[in-house]
């Protein structure tokens, strides 16, 4: 398998957390998106992933894209361990969590959001950072209730093995140190970082670790 990933980006680190997870090998394809204005730009890129984003997994010659949809076709191809619980309303629950992060709070304070508002609406450096806070925040704050709340309270999100929820959390809680946000406010979704991390699978996922790492 090929990972078309860049060591800082949230959305291939929860690819990076899954694959681990899931004990499967992949080589890492690195694209710096940053260096001579975005490698996720290049033409060569954008034939593999058109919306110039990472990650991309190649299994096989099958190309996918979305970090969710890699996520759930690694669930239903290689199901062992398992990333979602079997109860469809427990399932409904782990997605729900991991869909806060991933389509709620993500995407606002993405790099290419970022971009924009800086280089076409002009927006002050400082600024940017206030509106990543905002958005992160108000998603956070939603996740640490439903965590508090879950019937299935445990270790992790929902209840006591990692699932997507978790996977989408722990990339997303280091986005939110980079922009500066006051995580204290959520003290379970600390804990339960701090139950992720332990995990071989989790640490060595981190940004720091990959081999693009700078
Ligand atoms: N919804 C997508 C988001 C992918 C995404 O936004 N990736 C970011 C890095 S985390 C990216 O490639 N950004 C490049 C850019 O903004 O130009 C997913 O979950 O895979």
């Given at each position: 398998?090929?990972l078309y990933t860049f060591f800082?980006s949230?959305?291939s680190?929860?690819?990076?957390?899954?694959?681990?997870?899931?004990?499967?090998?992949?080589e890492q394809i690195p694209i710096h998106l940053?260096r001579?204005?975005?490698e996720?730009?290049?033409?060569?890129?954008?034939?593999?992933?058109?919306?110039?984003?990472v990650?991309?997994?190649?299994?096989?010659?099958?190309?996918?894209?979305?970090?969710?949809?890699?996520?759930?076709?690694?669930?239903?191809?290689?199901?062992?361990?398992?990333?979602?619980?079997?109860?469809?309303?427990?399932?409904?629950?782990?997605?729900?969590?991991?869909?806060?992060?991933?389509?709620?709070?993500?995407?606002?304070?993405?790099?290419?959001?970022?971009?924009?508002?800086?280089?076409?609406?002009?927006?002050?450096?400082?600024?940017?950072?206030?509106?990543?806070?905002?958005?992160?925040?108000?998603?956070?704050?939603?996740?640490?209730?439903?965590?508090?709340?879950?019937?299935?309270?445990?270790?992790?999100?929902?209840?006591?093995?990692?699932?997507?929820?978790?996977?989408?959390?722990?990339?997303?809680?280091?986005?939110?140190?980079?922009?500066?946000?006051?995580?204290?406010?959520?003290?379970?979704?600390?804990?339960?970082?701090?139950?992720?991390?332990?995990?071989?699978?989790?640490?060595?996922?981190?940004?720091?670790?990959q081999p693009d790492a700078?």
């Amino acid at each position: 398998m090929k990972l078309y990933t860049f060591f800082r980006s949230s959305a291939s680190y929860r690819v990076r957390i899954a694959l681990n997870l899931k004990g499967l090998a992949y080589e890492q394809i690195p694209i710096h998106l940053r260096r001579a204005g975005g490698e996720q730009f290049a033409a060569s890129y954008k034939a593999i992933n058109p919306q110039a984003l990472v990650p991309a997994l190649d299994d096989g010659g099958q190309i996918l894209t979305q970090s969710l949809a890699i996520m759930e076709y690694l669930e239903e191809r290689y199901p062992k361990p398992p990333l979602l619980p079997t109860d469809p309303v427990d399932r409904a629950r782990v997605r729900s969590m991991a869909m806060i992060i991933a389509c709620e709070i993500h995407p606002i304070q993405n790099l290419r959001v970022l971009v924009h508002l800086k280089n076409n609406l002009r927006q002050p450096e400082d600024d940017l950072n206030l509106w990543a806070r905002h958005w992160i925040d108000l998603g956070l704050s939603a996740l640490e209730q439903i965590a508090i709340s879950t019937p299935k309270r445990g270790k992790f999100c929902f209840g006591d093995t990692p699932t997507l929820a978790d996977i989408c959390l722990v990339p997303q809680l280091a986005n939110a140190r980079r922009f500066g946000c006051d995580l204290s406010a959520y003290p379970t979704l600390l804990h339960v970082e701090t139950a992720c991390n332990a995990l071989p699978a989790f640490a060595n996922a981190a940004p720091e670790k990959q081999p693009d790492a700078e």
